[in-house]
């Protein structure tokens, strides 16, 4: 969002994702001709000017189709009117920066929903949770309650599943040696019914994979706390979420359930390295634009562990910091516009805190079950990377890893072995400590796909943009942490065999 705010600055008419309306470009009339409908969050900072550019897109192809944004997740004009008490960030901490670029709230999927009622062919929105354009079109489609959050759950976890593309079917997958194609990956395809039960798989003949792994590792990326997994329309208990692999699929499909939700909050949330370089010389510019596109995939669909710093001579630019903060549901407008025309307003109504009773989601989980002190010990020594996969990733200045049991026999020993305090003391050199000097890092589980979740806050030096360090999104810690050695274990591979 940093980067589409610094593009409005300079060009008015910018601030989207321009990819979106060039890719979608070529397909308008296949679009039209067989009725599919297209959703995503792709309008940035500038969504009225993305749906313009699609608008620019249908009518000279000659068709009739309606292009709806979504718009009022930008809290600037808002920003002189916002209280500092009320602008205290998410963690208590910090006061409201004096200096401010962009201001947005990350909407849900009602307004998603609202637009696809609305008869639309195309919708485009602006700052929006990524599972959202999954759970808009499901609740539109089954005609889901917004109150039944066991279905909203269930939508979610779907979205979340597929909102990284390629991350789903093998993409920076932990066994990355047994991916096939990398120059074809497949996007991951959900196929949805109406009691929120869904497969995943990928189209036919292309590269990737689809396995519980794969999908065990997209599962944990980025959830924070399993059990309160927080988004505008649900809060989400993904703990007990099962994988099963459906045999015989060519390219490979797992059915996934178990997903559970409760009502949300009133609130919208505003090491050893590998070094690949390329380089490419071409004698016509658009090949090299080309390139520049295909190459930026590889990000969330070739191997684990890529982080990239790429430009030429260095130049001086601003460093853009997050600043996160709850913002009130009723405080806030959203605006539907089909065709250029605001045609619906609306405040979101706050679910009754009565129907939340047992389900505060500040409440914390960590331990999920006994830790397990009985259990055998031995001679052997084992890389993590033998016993489980892991996939790492960022939520502001915090590093999320997952690590999933490879088999559930390995699991009350990954238990056993890794602890909150043992991650801490690996990650000791990229973790900063608070005034306090307490242990910091937090340990969930998911006990549904034998998996530990670890959350590792102040340790990206800032994070995302606006951090200096060369892996400012964590996207290697997980592959860090395969290193670490389980000692005094039992002969565990033969359990198995």
């Known amino acids: 969002m940093s980067l589409l705010s610094a593009a409005k600055a300079k060009a008015p008419n910018m601030g989207y994702a321009p990819d979106f309306v060039l890719s979608l470009s070529p397909f308008i009339k296949d679009i039209s001709k067989k009725g599919i409908r297209v959703v995503s969050n792709a309008g940035g900072v500038n969504p009225l000017a993305c749906g313009a550019a699609l608008q620019e897109v249908v009518q000279k192809a000659g068709l009739d189709l309606k292009v709806a944004v979504v718009t009022g997740d930008d809290l600037m004009p808002q920003k002189d009117s916002l209280t500092e008490l009320r ?116 189209p036919p003949k292309t590269g990737g994979l689809v396995s519980f792994g794969t999908v065990a590792e997209q599962l944990v990326y980025e959830i924070g706390d399993p059990q309160r997994y927080l988004l505008p329309d649900v809060t989400c208990d993904f703990s007990n979420v099962t994988i099963t692999e459906i045999p015989d699929v060519d390219g490979g499909t ?93 405040r979101e109504a706050v679910s009754d805190p009565s129907l939340a009773e047992g389900h505060d989601p500040s409440l914390r989980s960590e331990e999920h ?73 937090k340990r969930y589980e998911l006990p549904g796909i034998h998996g530990l979740n670890f959350i590792l806050p102040n340790s990206l030096g800032g994070g995302g943009v606006a951090s200096l360090r060369s892996d400012p999104q964590g996207k290697a810690y997980g592959q860090m942490l395969l290193d670490y050695k389980l000692r005094g274990l039992p002969d565990l591979k033969s359990l198995v065999d």
């Open 87 to 202: 602008m205290a960030d998410s963690e208590g901490r910090k006061p409201l920066p004096k200096t401010v670029h962009s201001m947005n709230a990350y909407l849900g999927a009602l307004p998603i929903k609202r637009c696809l009622d609305l008869g639309a062919d195309i919708v485009v929105t602006g700052r929006c949770v990524d599972s959202a354009v999954v759970l808009g079109p499901l609740m539109h489609s089954f005609a889901w309650d917004c109150n039944n959050y066991d279905l909203l759950a269930a939508g979610s976890l779907a979205g979340h599943l597929i909102e990284c593309g390629a991350q789903a079917t093998g993409g920076i997958f932990t066994d990355w040696h047994t991916v096939p194609d990398w120059d074809n990956m497949g996007f991951p395809v959900v196929e949805c019914s109406a009691d929120g039960s869904f497969t995943l798989s990928k």
């Open 369 to 441: 079950s006994p830790t397990p002190t009985d259990l055998p010990s031995g001679p052997h020594t084992f890389r993590l990377e033998e016993l489980a996969y892991t996939r790492s990733g960022d939520k502001g200045d915090s590093s999320n890893i997952g690590v999933i049991a490879r088999h559930p026999l390995y699991f009350p020993y990954l238990k056993k072995c890794l602890t909150a305090e043992v991650v801490e003391q690996y990650f000791q050199h990229l973790i900063r400590k608070d005034q306090t000097g307490l242990p910091s890092v």
């Open 254 to 346: 797992v059915k996934v359930g178990g997903a559970k939700g409760s009502p949300p909050s009133g609130d919208y949330k505003s090491p050893r390295e590998a070094v690949v370089w390329m380089a490419v010389h071409h004698k016509q510019k658009k090949a090299l634009e080309f390139f520049s596109r295909e190459v930026a995939p590889a990000g969330t669909g070739m191997a684990p562990g890529l982080t990239a710093i790429v430009g030429g001579r260095p130049r001086i630019s601003p460093v853009l910091k997050p600043f996160f903060f709850l913002h009130p549901k009723a405080d806030l407008e959203v605006h539907i516009h089909v065709n250029g025309e605001l045609v619906e307003t609306h």
